[in-house]
């Protein structure tokens, strides 16, 4: 037997020193708002953060040696990320922060030395930030639907389209764009392809900012909406083989995926924290909120629930390591996916209802939880897409029963059966015959 539901005792120290580190020195820094976020600010309270991180070599682990990091399988990331997830702020503290880590990805697995010179060495060690820009207005995140065109003049490409929801934008020095280039080809999975645009090129022109949730002013938050007006690229500005964009998207985005489900099983597990701590805090007339059944119920349903996904998540990952390849792993990503936002939804919801009207205030996280749980249900792609992967992985093991009444008919498992052990029921039949005919002598 293999299983083991235990970590290695070396591993245990970094994940107990992340613990710490995340508690003394990360979540205090996410109460300074944007101070920490200024040029200054990076310098004061991020970048010595980065460095501890980089003295432990925890620094962008999700990496091979090659390129900085580690090497760590997606068990170990996994197990760190469950870390990081309590707070937003950390993943970029531990160099993981998305969408870079993703960008950096196919850009060390992609991109060609010159490309890499310029992009991929600067995005590791935080000097630059960079953008994935693939959705669109008209299409959401479906490849098939794209309208954003490159099309040849002489050595130029010339890209003309509008894209949504490009995280940071605002903030890059790149963008990872998705444009299609071979409209015609018979593959439309081979119709895209995947160009590296510097964000000061002329005609990229961020339309406008748009924010997550409720609130704010329009044209504020992180999520650009960007149109390419006649945006001329050199030929080399193609990131990997032209019309392989669907590919490459598949190596960014599958290991993401656990990424992004075990860091939101960190969450979950702070939102039931707070829960618990609340329940046995808060007292009505009848007592503590923990001594009420129907608490109680809610507590014991967010335990079960997150464990549940935490295990699956887990399991996901430990098959990615064995197999070494996503493909095969496609059913369990997609099960995970699909089971992270009603997760995540239901922990935070009974958590905001457990705190009454300060549950639902912005002087606690649940409602950005609640949020940022039907962010997830969007992101890389959405629910019900995963929905019908999963679905499909499930149901091509199966064959098709033709007869008019399936082979699980229980009559027609019966006849079997009884032929299958005819002489074993002959025998027994024969045995109560005689012992019947003794009783009456």
Not at 273 to 284: I, K
Request: net charge neutral.
């Amino acid at each position: 037997m293999a299983w083991d539901f235990e970590t290695d005792p070396e591993f245990q120290k970094k994940l107990d020193w992340i613990e710490d580190f995340m508690r003394e020195e990360v979540e205090p820094l996410s109460h300074l708002g944007l101070a920490v976020y200024s040029s200054e600010g990076r310098q004061k309270f991020i970048k010595p953060l980065q460095q501890q991180v980089k003295d432990q070599g925890l620094w962008a682990c999700h990496l091979g040696p090659e390129l900085g990091g580690q090497g760590f399988g997606q068990l170990k990331l996994g197990l760190m990320n469950e870390k990081l997830g309590r707070n937003g702020l950390a993943p970029t503290i531990f160099g993981c922060q998305a969408p870079d880590s993703g960008n950096a990805e196919i850009i060390a697995h992609y991109g060609t030395e010159k490309q890499k010179e310029q992009y991929l060495w600067p995005l590791l060690n935080g000097d630059i930030r960079s953008a994935f820009s693939m959705s669109e207005p008209t299409g959401g995140s479906d490849p098939l639907t794209f309208q954003t065109r490159a099309v040849l003049d002489g050595n130029e490409w010339v890209i003309n389209g509008e894209k949504w929801f490009s995280t940071n934008a605002k903030y890059a020095k790149v963008l990872v764009l998705y444009a299609i280039t071979d409209p015609d080809a018979k593959d439309p999975y081979r119709r895209t392809s995947i160009f590296l645009v510097p964000t000061d090129t002329p005609g990229v022109e961020i339309v406008r900012n748009v924010a997550v949730g409720a609130g704010g002013e329009i044209g504020g938050g992180n999520e650009a909406y960007v149109r390419y007006n006649n945006v001329r690229l050199p030929y080399d500005a193609l990131l990997g083989d032209r019309g392989a964009a669907f590919v490459i998207a598949q190596v960014r985005l599958g290991g993401g995926r656990v990424h992004h489900a075990m860091r939101t099983v960190g969450a979950c597990r702070h939102a039931l924290d707070l829960m618990c701590r609340r329940a046995v805090s808060r007292t009505t007339r009848e007592g503590r909120l923990a001594d009420l059944q129907m608490v109680q119920e809610q507590i014991a349903d967010s335990w079960i629930a997150v464990e549940s996904f935490r295990l699956l998540v887990l399991r996901t990952a430990w098959l990615i390591d064995k197999h070494k390849d996503y493909q095969k792993v496609r059913k369990d990503i997609a099960a995970i996916k699909v089971a992270m936002p009603k997760v995540y939804h239901d922990v935070a919801t009974k958590a905001a209802h457990l705190h009454g009207a300060l549950g639902v205030s912005n002087e606690m996280p649940f409602m950005h939880m609640v949020n940022s749980s039907l962010v997830m249900g969007i992101a890389d792609g959405p629910t019900e897409v995963h929905k019908v992967t999963l679905a499909k992985q499930i149901l091509k093991d199966y064959q098709p029963d033709n007869d008019l009444f399936p082979s699980y008919h229980i009559p027609k498992l019966r006849e079997e059966a009884q032929k299958r052990f005819a002489k074993e029921l002959g025998e027994i039949r024969e045995h109560y015959a005689a012992r019947r005919q003794a009783e009456k002598a």
